[in-house]
């Protein structure tokens, strides 16, 4: 089959890319006439595992294709898909002028009737108004053109975005007419085969299923770290609670990691476009405007736990931060907690010594001038110096780190962990302060920091 996809984001790539390995002839459009260029030479300038890899084999297979010429890609494909950016607006909304560019193309260039699939997330009713705006354009132009809208949602986790779209748990498909249902079943029968995965259903409603599930993730990561901050005052152990209550199976394991927030490119837009579309349609959304705030909330608790155990003075002093991606397998920094906790630090009047497997390069991008970050090769050479050790991200090599290494490198043996990823119990008998999320026992400091010896000057 014939398939074009706007946009080379995540999803869009990774879509081309899938779907020209399975044997379809795919063309990927993007306006950035520079990146295209790079990647018909096969250089993707995104980390996503695999990503890279599939990308060139498409090309050397010559069943993906990439350009920046709306008319080629608009007249190529029998499915064109949407899979550009919908950022968010000042008021949560989503930006939807890149979903409706992409409808003006068709209404421009297109002949034969065609398909046109939302990928991208889009707010209830952008089908309808995607229709409308269509048709208004064809209607300027005095042209005519049978066209259909489906919504067809993914569900991709970026640092596992390649084996999902392989391996979809569910192909969600919002569109009308059986003629249409046919097309997207041949589309997707490669992915179909084990058993059946398609759930087929009305476009709002798809659109709507795409937003429920985000936020219904968003609120668990929420309610867990309401849930840690709970038992921090308690003096209960949020990991012990963590596995207590995953063993549910009505619960489960996912998404219930006590941290220091979610970010990334999902879940914090979703969520603002969500409560805005509640908004509009004079519903209450007291629950999602609740999880967003927990997790806006949460995103500073890393810095109020540092400010307070300083006393407030922290001007001068330098901290080695572990983790910038706002998860581990990409370097996606969107709405990271790393930021805020970087431009806590710095307004502190601290300096921050940084390293991250991936996003170094996005970080420099960022804060190309800030004179108080130094980014660092290794995680070893971070510590050098530091007042405390702070982790952000839970990539795999930050799980079992030297530390007798880190005990001798640091000016104090102080740990602060937004991912608990240690043992909090061989820390203390190690000498480290060591203090994680929701964890009551941990809080409890044996040697006021004042008495130790400092480590200045050893490493």
Known sequence: MKISVFGSGYVGLVQAAVLAEVGHDVVCMDIDAKKVELLKQGHVSIFEPGLATLVREGLE?????????EKLAVQHG??????????SQEDGSADLSYVFSVGEAVARHREQPAILVEKSTVPVGTGDALRAHIDECLVKIDRKLQFDIVSNPEFLKEGSAVADCR????????CERDEVRDVMRDLYSPFNRNHERIMFMDLRSAELTKYAAN????????????????????GADIESVRLGIGADSRIGYHFIYPGCGYG???????????IHSAKEAHCSSDLLQAVEAINQRQKNKLFDRINAFYKGDLAGKTFAVWGLAFKPNT??????????????????GANVRAYDPEAMQETQHLYPNESKLMLMGTPESVLSGADALVICTEWQQFKAPDFDLIQERLN???????RNLYDAERLARSGFLYFPMG????????????QWPSNQGNA
Not at 215 to 231: D, G, P, R, V
Not at 412 to 418: K, L, N, S, W
């Open 61 to 69: 297979a010559k069943r993906l294709h990439f350009t920046s010429d």
């Open 78 to 87: 029998q499915v064109l898909f949407i899979a550009v950016g919908t950022p």
């Open 167 to 174: 391996r979809p748990d569910r192909i969600i498909v919002g």
């Open 215 to 234: 936020c219904m993730l968003a609120t668990k990561i929420s309610f867990i770290n309401q849930i840690a901050e709970l038992a921090e005052h308690l």
């Open 264 to 274: 990334g490119s999902c879940f914090p837009k979703d969520m603002r476009a969500l």
């Open 331 to 348: 370097d996606d920094m969107r709405d990271a907690p790393s930021r805020v906790l970087l431009e806590s630090l710095w307004a502190a």
């Open 412 to 418: 104090a043996p102080v740990i602060f962990d937004g």
């Open 439 to 450: 964890r009551g026992e941990s809080r409890k400091l044996p040697i006021p920091l004042q």
